[in-house]
C-alpha cells in the first residue's frame, strides 16, 4: 500500500481569451480564474472536466474550490470549519463533485450538486477523504465518483489500528450510507477509484484488489488506473536487482488475465499513466538506467502496439502524458524550450503532437484532463520567477468526430 500511494456563492469570473504562445494557430487558451481569487499569491489549477465543460477548479494555498462553466465561477460550498479548506477531487457526467472539506474538529469527504453539499460522514473516527493527493497530482485521477453518484474514498473507523494509529479503511458511500471496504480491523485500506460497474480499486496492507457486490479479487499488478469495463491498468514490478532497484514494467489486468505490455525501443522500464474505455493505455518508458525517471518518453498502447507519442522538440528528452479520452486524444506536457523547466501542454491525435502553448509571458503550462469533446484543462505559469499558477481551458479547432 506504502508503494501504491508513492506513485500516485457566484463570482464574477475573471475570464480572457488570449492567443495561447508558442501555440498552434487552431488553439485557443481561456484563462479561467486570473490566476488566483486573493490579494495575495494564490495559485489556481483546473483539475477534472466534464463533457458538459464543466470545469473544477482549486484555488490556493489553502484550497477553494470553485466550479466553472461557460465563463461563470460558482463557489463550492464548504461543510464548515475554521479554515474553510476545500478541495474538489472529481465531477461526474451529472455535475456532481465529490471532494474534501474541513469541518473543525477534522476533515470529511462531501457530495455537492447546485448549491447543496452533502456531508458525507465517516467509518466512526475524525476523518474521510475522498482522494489523497500529493502537490498537483491526485489519485485516482478523477474517478473517485462515478455517473451513479457513488463515491469512494478512505476514512478514520475510530479505532487502533497497525502501529498504534488511528485505523483506516476504505468505503464506498452510496444514498446516505457509507459502507466500509475494508478486509479486516487488522489492516489498512484505501480506495482509489471506481468505476460506473460499481466496481472498486482499492489498496490494502495485503496488497491490491478489485471489489465488486461484497468480493475481493486480488490482483497481480500495482494498480494506477480503472476503467468502465473492469480493466485495470499498473505496473509489475521485477525483484530487486544487487543496487536494491526493481525494475518496473507497464501493464494491463482484465478478468485474471495480466497483459504486459512491454517499452519503447530502446528502453527497459516502462509505467502506466492511464486507460481508456476502448482499452488504450497512455505510459512512460525509460532507459533502463534512467533509475530517477529523469528522461520520460511517452506513449499509447493500443491493440498490442506501444506507439512512441513524440516530443515538442526542446532540448530534453522529456514527454509525459497524463490523460487520455474515448476518442484516443492524449494529452501531457512535453520540453518545449531550451531548459526542461520549460515543458508545455500537448495534444496528440492521429500520430501528431500540437503545443497548446501557455498564456502569454509564461514559459511552462501542463493539462491534468481532457473530455469526449476534446476540451482540456490544466495550468500555465512560469515556474523561473515563481508567478502564480492561472487555471487554463485549451480548445483545439478542428477536431474530427470520430479521432484516433
Known amino acids: 500500500m506504502k508503494k501504491l500511494l508513492a506513485m500516485c456563492s457566484v463570482l464574477a469570473a475573471a475570464t480572457m481569451f488570449l492567443a495561447s504562445a508558442s501555440a498552434s494557430q487552431n488553439v485557443r487558451i481561456t484563462d479561467l480564474a486570473g490566476g488566483g481569487t486573493r490579494g495575495y499569491r494564490a495559485h489556481a489549477i483546473a483539475r477534472f472536466i466534464n463533457n458538459d465543460g464543466q470545469i473544477l477548479v482549486d484555488v490556493g494555498p489553502y484550497s477553494v474550490a470553485l466550479l466553472w462553466k461557460a465563463g461563470t465561477l460558482t463557489k463550492i460550498g464548504n461543510i464548515g470549519g475554521a479554515y474553510g479548506y476545500n478541495a474538489a477531487r472529481g465531477i461526474n457526467q451529472q455535475g456532481q463533485i465529490a471532494g474534501i472539506s474541513a469541518t473543525g474538529h477534522g476533515y470529511h469527504a462531501y457530495l455537492w450538486k447546485d448549491g447543496e453539499t452533502v456531508d458525507l460522514g465517516t467509518l466512526g473516527g475524525d476523518k474521510s477523504f475522498a482522494a489523497i493527493c500529493a502537490g498537483i497530482a491526485c489519485t485516482p485521477w478523477g474517478h473517485i465518483l462515478n455517473d451513479r453518484g457513488q463515491v469512494v474514498g478512505v476514512s478514520d473507523t475510530g479505532t487502533i489500528g497497525p502501529g498504534g494509529?488511528?485505523?483506516?479503511?476504505?468505503?464506498?458511500?452510496?444514498?446516505?450510507?457509507?459502507?466500509?471496504?475494508?478486509?479486516s480491523a487488522e489492516s489498512n485500506s484505501q480506495a482509489l477509484a471506481i468505476n460506473n460497474r460499481g466496481q472498486v480499486l482499492l489498496a490494502d496492507d495485503s496488497g491490491p484488489y478489485l471489489?465488486?457486490?461484497?468480493?475481493?479479487?486480488?490482483?497481480?499488478?500495482?494498480?494506477?488506473?480503472?476503467?468502465?469495463?473492469?480493466?485495470?491498468?499498473?505496473?509489475?514490478?521485477?525483484?530487486s536487482d544487487a543496487e536494491g532497484f526493481s525494475p518496473y514494467h507497464a501493464s494491463l489486468w482484465q478478468n485474471g488475465t495480466l497483459t504486459m505490455l512491454g517499452e519503447l525501443p530502446g528502453d527497459g522500464l516502462s509505467t502506466v499513466i492511464d486507460v481508456n474505455d476502448a482499452g488504450e493505455v497512455i505510459g512512460v518508458s525509460y532507459a533502463s538506467s534512467d533509475h530517477n525517471a529523469v528522461h520520460p518518453r511517452g506513449f499509447i498502447w493500443r491493440n498490442g502496439v506501444m506507439t512512441d507519442l513524440g516530443t515538442?522538440?526542446?532540448?530534453?528528452?522529456?514527454?509525459?502524458?497524463?490523460?487520455?479520452?474515448?476518442?484516443?486524444?492524449?494529452?501531457?506536457?512535453?520540453?518545449?524550450?531550451?531548459?526542461?523547466?520549460?515543458?508545455?501542454?500537448?495534444?496528440?491525435?492521429?500520430?501528431?503532437?500540437?503545443?497548446?502553448?501557455?498564456?502569454?509571458g509564461h514559459n511552462f503550462s501542463s493539462p491534468l484532463g481532457i473530455n469526449a469533446r476534446g476540451q482540456i484543462v490544466g495550468f500555465s505559469g512560469r515556474y523561473d520567477t515563481f508567478v502564480v499558477f492561472h487555471a487554463v481551458l485549451w480548445d483545439f479547432q478542428g477536431t474530427d468526430d470520430g479521432v484516433r
Not at 322 to 335: F, H, L, P, Y
Open 165 to 183: 494509529g488511528s485505523s483506516q479503511h476504505a468505503f464506498l458511500w452510496q444514498d446516505g450510507t457509507m459502507l466500509d471496504l475494508g478486509l
Open 211 to 239: 471489489w465488486q457486490n461484497g468480493t475481493y479479487t486480488k490482483l497481480s499488478l500495482l494498480p494506477t488506473a480503472l476503467n468502465n469495463k473492469g480493466q485495470v491498468a499498473g505496473t509489475v514490478f521485477d525483484e
Open 312 to 360: 515538442l522538440g526542446g532540448s530534453e528528452v522529456y514527454t509525459f502524458p497524463t490523460a487520455i479520452n474515448d476518442r484516443g486524444q492524449v494529452v501531457g506536457e512535453s520540453v518545449a524550450g531550451a531548459t526542461i523547466f520549460e515543458r508545455h501542454a500537448f495534444l496528440w491525435q492521429k500520430g501528431e503532437m500540437t503545443d497548446l502553448g501557455t498564456l502569454p
